[in-house]
């Protein structure tokens, strides 16, 4: 017997590959306590979320394969169990929430059918779980109840996925919540609602929650205890306020070191020529208002962040600049002319000078082009920038740029982590030498190190070639950090604008406020000061 609620012991976990195996895990040993939040911090490829999915059951065995250990729930060994035992368990006794709820609930059934069939799968009559469905739904707090039951997942915001998520995972009122990166691309506004309902239902239900994350911010706002893991091994445990003021481990200082929200605030150059002038830009989708007379200057050589909350406009506004949409009305004048009034061979003359960075690198590159394909595609398309027999050399001059090897030229996106799939996607937009760069939440989704790496180069490539950012992001550290001036939009106007200084220092609207308040700190004494400010205001 273990006098804990759930403790994993000396569990490995290795893949099968073309070139040998992979040790994900190695040798793991924590425990979890009943009303307790543990969080498992590491970057991608620690071996956080792989430990997790053993507990659940959710290895692909072959490839994986668990070499060893023990994992003890109320006693008995999880890994000794067949399969119709361990699906008693599995939404029951133990659930998990995951990073996307878009790529987990089913499309083609709405979410209350979903959530029913989560109690019905346990042996509960249709009645009580249509019951237990619209229990939930209201508790997570989403709008018109019983309306949401009879909706598809695309018809909610990426927030409400998360929380219908969560509905779904507490159906049962299970034991233990395993929540892999819940909040991740989340608005700071909406992170902050899933985490306080994550911790107000711990509060009302008792249940034990594992929380993997790569973001201190998150630790630092609902840990009780920490666990650092670095290429599947644990280097580090604690609670999160002694480590992170009294780290041991060499790895853990990087991670800390790498949150951003620290560094001296930039300033903006006044004297600086702008080069992109948006004035009055509308977007109207039927009756809705996605933008409302915009405008706003971008300068040569600084970097103009956009922050704001999903469905602020902060995207529409990139969308319409570079003509991926058509606008309803105003300006967006690019060294004088009309952006919005050019035809698209036009276009494709300012497309040179205009390049865009995606969130999701994984979307963004053709997966069956290799590295060296994707970035000259630019050169095959403006056939005059650059003659055929340079484009090697070139491609592996920008792959060194931002801080790839000549070699890796010749291999596919999914070879690479998501870290360098994001440098990559940058090389692809310093192809033709462009003079701004729009990055639409281009580092959101990264690890805390691997964002820091990628914020360091964006801004080299700013201070040595000059290059103007829109930076659109939500996670207002980083923005902290890298921008000189920032734009806060809402409901598709800007409420507020000014520099870094002033929008972080002396905050004019209550809007920019309670953006700054749902704000993470990885200090946990000054995350729980924000917290308290955030309930007061």
């Known amino acids: 017997m273990t006098d804990h609620l759930l403790e994993v012991r000396n569990l490995s976990v290795r893949f099968h590959t073309a070139q040998g195996f992979v040790n994900a895990v190695n040798d793991v040993s924590w425990h979890l306590d009943r009303g307790e939040t543990l969080a498992i911090l590491g970057e991608s490829g620690s071996g956080k979320s792989v430990s997790s999915s053993a507990i659940m059951n959710l290895i692909d065995c072959p490839p994986g394969e668990i070499t060893s250990g023990e994992i003890l729930f109320d006693g008995q060994d999880l890994l000794q169990l ?15 929430i995951f990073q996307d709820p878009m790529s987990h609930f089913n499309p083609v059934y709405t979410v209350g ?93 008792g249940m034990g929650l594992v929380l993997i994350t790569h973001d201190l911010g998150v630790v630092a706002d609902v840990a009780d205890r920490l666990v650092v893991m670095e290429k599947g091994c644990i280097v580090e445990t ?27 605030m930039r300033q903006p150059d006044p004297s600086a020529a702008p080069i992109l002038c948006v004035q009055g830009l509308q977007k109207s989708y039927g009756t809705f208002h996605a933008l409302s007379g915009v405008t706003f200057d971008v300068r040569r050589g600084e970097t103009l962040a956009v922050v704001g909350e999903s469905g602020s406009g902060k995207s529409t506004i990139a969308r319409l600049v570079l003509r991926l949409e058509s606008s309803s009305g105003g300006k967006a004048l690019w060294k004088g002319e009309d952006l919005l009034t050019k035809t698209p061979k036009e276009m494709s003359k300012v497309r040179r000078e205009i390049q865009m960075v995606f969130q999701d690198p994984t979307q963004s590159l053709n997966p069956k082009m290799t590295v060296f394909q994707i970035i000259s595609e630019a050169w095959a398309i403006h056939r005059d ?153």
């Open 113 to 205: 059918w979903q959530i029913e069939e989560t109690v019905t799968a346990h042996g509960r009559p249709a009645a009580q779980a249509r019951a237990r469905a619209l229990e939930l739904v209201k508790r997570v707090g989403i709008p018109d109840p019983e309306g949401a039951l009879n909706k598809y997942p695309h018809e909610f915001s990426g927030g409400q996925r998360q929380r219908l998520m969560i509905a779904m995972a507490l159906a049962l009122k299970p034991d233990i919540l395993i929540a892999d990166e819940p909040t991740t691309a989340l608005d700071v506004t909406v992170q902050a609602e899933v985490l306080t309902l994550l911790h107000e239902l711990q509060d009302e239900t």
């Open 385 to 537: 920038v650059l003659p055929k027999d340079k484009w090697r050399a070139r491609v592996e001059e920008l792959l060194d740029q931002v801080g790839l090897e000549a070699g890796h030229a010749e291999r596919y996106p999914h070879q690479f982590s998501g870290g360098q799939r994001q440098r990559i996607a940058i090389a692809r937009a310093l192809a033709l030498e462009p003079e701004l760069i729009i990055c639409d939440e281009a580092v959101s989704a990264l690890d805390v190190s691997i964002q820091a790496q990628v914020i360091e180069l964006l801004g080299k490539l700013r201070d040595d070639l000059g290059i103007a950012f829109i930076f659109i992001a939500h996670d207002l550290p980083v923005v902290r950090d890298f921008a000189d001036r920032v734009l806060v939009m809402k409901s598709g106007e800007i409420v507020e604008d000014g520099s870094v200084e002033q929008i972080f220092e002396a905050p004019r609207k209550p809007y920019t406020k309670r953006l700054l308040a749902a704000g993470l700190d990885p200090d946990p004494a000054v995350q729980k000061q924000r917290r308290d400010a955030r309930l007061a205001l």
């Open 238 to 264: 604690g609670r999160p306020h002694d480590i992170y003021h009294n780290a041991q481990h060499p790895y853990t200082r990087k991670l800390i070191a790498a949150a951003p929200g620290k560094g001296v």
């Open 82 to 96: 067949d399969n119709e035992a361990r699906r008693a368990l599995n939404g029951k006794r133990i659930a998990m």
